[in-house]
């Protein structure tokens, strides 16, 4: 039987997908090689141990989920179709898996992704205060709006992770949020 080579990118995915279903609790490098069919000694090519694999997930993670976004809605020329693909972004998917609600809970065991996750946090939020401030709110508001908008997503997914929504369903819910929050 031939010797199958796992690249470092599909050990991170696939830890990225396992995380995302039950945190580190879920990161078994065996049950993870099998899933992959290969021997775990392929998992030791890449990392030293377990907490640097984790790491690297989560620096994966942070990339993927943050940075796309943002480099997503930059391709747009004014300050509203860049809020309207931020929003398209955040709210026009579930069923993205709990990655933040296990790195949360991560984060209560080490300050190390604590500090990360405020980071990530801070990041989101400042772009979107950004964003608001180049439509022409000042910036406290913008500030305050983007606070108040990416709480309301952390609650909006959590409530809604597991259902599909239409796209009907996900346009109206973002004319609210622009009409509510964004326009005014």
Same mark, same amino acid.
């Given at each position: 039987?031939?010797?199958?080579?796992?690249?470092?990118? #599909?050990w991170?995915? /696939?830890?990225?997908?396992?995380?995302?279903?039950?945190?580190?609790?879920?990161?078994?490098?065996?049950?993870? @090689?099998?899933?992959?069919?290969?021997?775990?000694?392929?998992?030791?090519?890449?990392?030293?141990?377990?907490?640097?694999?984790? +790491?690297?997930?989560?620096? !994966?993670?942070?990339?993927?989920? !943050?940075?796309?976004?943002? !480099?997503?809605?930059?391709? &747009?020329?004014? @300050?509203?179709?860049?809020? +309207?693909?931020? *929003?398209?972004?955040?709210?026009?998917?579930?069923?993205?898996?709990?990655?933040?609600?296990? *790195?949360? /809970?991560?984060?209560?065991?080490?300050?190390?992704?604590?500090?990360?996750?405020?980071?990530?946090?801070?990041?989101?939020?400042?772009?979107?205060?950004?964003?608001?401030?180049?439509?022409?709110?000042?910036?406290?508001?913008?500030?305050q +709006?983007?606070?108040?908008?990416? &709480?309301?997503?952390?609650?909006?997914y959590?409530?809604?992770?597991?259902?599909?929504?239409?796209?009907?369903?996900? #346009? #109206? &819910?973002? &004319?609210?949020?622009?009409?509510?929050?964004?326009?005014?």
């Amino acid at each position: 039987m031939p010797k199958i080579i796992v690249t470092e990118e #599909q050990w991170i995915q /696939k830890g990225m997908e396992r995380f995302e279903q039950g945190g580190i609790d879920q990161l078994i490098v065996e049950k993870m @090689a099998t899933a992959l069919g290969c021997s775990k000694s392929s998992f030791y090519w890449y990392f030293t141990n377990r907490s640097s694999y984790i +790491r690297q997930i989560v620096e !994966t993670w942070k990339a993927q989920t !943050t940075q796309q976004v943002m !480099t997503a809605s930059i391709t &747009h020329a004014t @300050a509203d179709e860049r809020i +309207r693909e931020v *929003l398209t972004q955040m709210f026009g998917k579930t069923k993205r898996g709990d990655f933040l609600f296990y *790195l949360r /809970k991560l984060s209560l065991k080490d300050d190390s992704y604590r500090s990360l996750l405020n980071e990530v946090e801070q990041m989101r939020m400042e772009f979107m205060k950004e964003l608001l401030v180049q439509k022409g709110m000042q910036p406290e508001k913008a500030s305050q +709006r983007s606070w108040m908008l990416y &709480h309301y997503y952390l609650g909006w997914y959590e409530r809604l992770k597991q259902e599909t929504l239409s796209e009907e369903a996900i #346009q #109206q &819910h973002i &004319h609210m949020i622009w009409t509510e929050w964004i326009s005014n």
